[in-house]
C-alpha cells in the first residue's frame, strides 16, 4: 500500500516537471515552427504548408542592418570592457579592504537596478549634461555598462578555483616573478572563465532591450528593437525568422565558448 | 624578508594595489553609470516649467505622482502582478528544482541547462512566442473555437494574462535556481533520519524538506519580484495599450514628454521600489543578495 503510494507521488512529481518543461519551450518551439509556415498571416500549429521563405526574407538588408549592428555592438563593448573588468575581479577575488561588499554591491548594480532607468538616466545625462545624440558611442557605452558585471561575476568564479592559489605559490617557490606567474599560471587557469564571461556579456548586449531603447536613433536600431518597432503594426512569419536568426547566432557564441572553455559549467556555478 | 609568513607589515603600493586594479573600472561606472543615476535624481527636484525645466527645487514631482490617483493605480497594479508572477514562478519552480537535485541520472546536468537556456533566449523571441499562442487568432483560441468550448476568442493578450504568463516564463529559471541552491545545501541525512523514524516520503517533505528549503523560496520569490516590478519588455509588447506598469511609465514619458524632471521622479520611485525589495532580500537571507543570487 506504502509502496503504491509512493510510486504515485513520484509519478505526479514527473508528470508536474515535464509540464514546466513543456511550458518553458513552448514559446520557441512555437518560433520555429511558425518561420517555417508557409501562410502568409495566420500561424497554425500543425502548419498546413512549409517554406523558407520567410528566411529568404529575413535575410534583407531590412533585418540585416540592425543584426550586424547588434553583433559589433556586442562584440565591441565586450573587447572594451574586458581588461578593465579582469582588473577589477582581482581585486574583489583576492584582497580584502574596507568597503569590499559596497564595492561589489556597487559593480554588480547594473544588473539589480531596473534596466529601464539605468537606460532612462544615460539618455537624459548624454543629451542634457554631455550634448550626445543617440549615436554608436551612446549605445556602445551604454552596452560596456550592461556587459561590464558580468564579465566580473565569471572572473571571480574562476579566480576561486582552489588550485590556482595553490599553483602560484608553486610558480613563485620556483622563482618565476609576478608577471611571469600571471601570464604562464594564472591567465591560462582563468581563460575558460574569462572567455565564458566574454561569451555571457556579448548574449546579454546582444539580447539587451531597455538600454538600447533610450541609446538608438533612426536608421541606428538594434536587432530587438528592430523587431519590437516591427511588432507595433502586426505581425508575420518573418519576424519569427528574424527571431530563428538571432537564436542561431546566440547557440553558435554558446558553442564556442563550450569550446574553448567550458561554458555550461559556470552558468551552474553562478547559482 | 618579504617572503617571511605576515611578518612583514605590507608595503603601502602593497596596500593600495586592490584600489588600483579597482580604478579604472570605478572611473568607467563613475562617469557613465554612476553620473547618469545622480543626474536623474537630481533631475527629479528641479521646477518644470512652461516647457523648460528651471534651475528652481521643488518637491512637486513627487508630489504629483503620489496624490494622483492614475500614477498610484500603476504602481498598486505593478506591486500585485509582480506578487502573482513571483508566487507562480514559486510554485512551478519548485517541483523541478526538487526533482533536478534529488535525480541520479547522467541527464541531470543536460536537464539543468535546459533550463537555464531560456535566460540565454532573446525576450523577444520569446515574447513573440507568447504572441503566437495567445493572439486572438492565436493557437490556443484555434483550438478552443475549433473544439467548440467558446464561441468567441478568449482575450489573453493585451491585458495583465497576457503580461503574467509572459512574465512567469521569461523569469521562472531564476525561481528554480534559487530553491536548486536551498535543497543542495540541505543535508540528505536529515530526510533520511525523517524516513528512518516511520515518516512517508509525503510527511518527509512537508515537515523536513519544505521548511528547510524556505531560504531559496524566500530568496527566489523576491528576486523574481524585483526583477517583474521592473519588467519593459513583457508589458510592453504582450499587455500593448492596455496595460501600464512602471516601467511602461518611464518610458513613455521619457520618450513621449519633455517633462524630463517628472519623468525622473517616476523612475526614481520605481527604483527605490527596486531596491527596497532587494535590500528585504538581503535581509531576509542574510546576504547581500546582488549579484550571486
Known sequence: MELSREYLLSAVLRVAVALVFAFLFLPIVVILVASLSGEQYIIRIPPTSISLRWFLEAFDRYWMEPLQLSLVIGIVSVILVLPISVLASFSLARYEFKGKQITSSAIYSPITLPAIVVGAAMLQFFTLALGLRGSFTTLLIGHTIVVAPYVVQYVIVSLQQHRIRNLEWAAMNLGAGRAEVFWKVTFPLIKPGIFAGATFGFITSFNNIPVSLFLIRPGMVTIPIKIIQYLEYGYSPVLAAVCVVTLFIVAVAIAIAERVGQFTKFLQVQF | ?293
Request: contains cysteine; charged residues 10%; aromatic residues 12%.
Open chain 2, 1 to 293: 624578508m618579504e617572503e617571511g609568513h605576515g611578518v612583514a607589515r605590507p608595503t603601502l603600493t602593497e596596500r593600495l594595489r586592490p584600489a588600483i586594479l579597482l580604478g579604472p573600472l570605478g572611473i568607467h561606472y563613475l562617469l557613465f553609470f554612476f553620473m547618469p543615476l545622480v543626474y536623474m535624481l537630481g533631475s527629479s527636484f528641479l521646477k518644470f516649467e512652461s516647457g523648460f525645466a528651471t534651475e528652481e527645487l521643488t518637491l512637486y514631482n513627487y508630489q504629483r505622482f503620489l496624490f494622483d490617483s492614475f500614477y498610484l493605480r500603476v504602481l498598486v497594479n505593478t506591486l500585485a502582478m509582480s506578487l502573482v508572477v513571483s508566487s507562480l514562478t514559486t510554485v512551478l519552480g519548485y517541483p523541478v528544482a526538487y526533482f533536478l537535485v534529488r535525480m541520479r541520472s547522467r541527464w541531470r546536468s543536460t536537464l539543468v541547462a535546459m533550463v537555464y537556456s531560456p535566460l540565454l533566449t532573446s525576450v523577444v523571441a520569446r515574447t513573440y512566442g507568447w504572441l503566437i499562442i495567445l493572439d486572438d487568432t492565436g493557437i490556443v483560441n484555434q483550438i478552443l473555437l475549433g473544439l467548440g468550448i467558446v464561441d468567441e476568442p478568449v482575450r489573453l493578450v493585451f491585458n495583465f494574462t497576457g503580461v503574467t504568463i509572459g512574465l512567469t516564463h521569461v523569469l521562472l529559471p531564476y525561481s528554480v535556481f534559487c530553491i536548486m541552491t536551498a535543497l543542495q545545501n540541505m543535508s540528505p541525512t536529515l530526510e533520511y533520519a525523517s524516513m528512518n523514524l516511520g515518516a512517508g516520503k509525503l510527511r518527509t517533505f512537508v515537515k523536513v524538506t519544505l521548511p528547510l528549503s524556505m531560504s531559496g523560496v524566500v530568496t527566489g520569490f523576491l528576486f523574481v519580484f524585483s526583477m517583474a516590478v521592473s519588467a519593459w519588455s513583457t508589458p510592453a509588447i504582450l499587455g500593448g495599450q492596455n496595460v501600464e506598469v512602471m516601467a511602461t511609465l518611464v518610458y513613455s514619458f521619457f520618450l513621449g514628454s519633455v517633462n524630463w524632471p517628472f519623468a525622473s521622479a517616476i523612475a526614481t520611485i520605481s527604483m527605490a521600489v527596486s531596491m527596497t525589495i532587494v535590500l528585504l532580500s538581503g535581509l531576509v537571507t542574510g546576504k547581500s543578495s546582488v549579484g550571486g543570487f
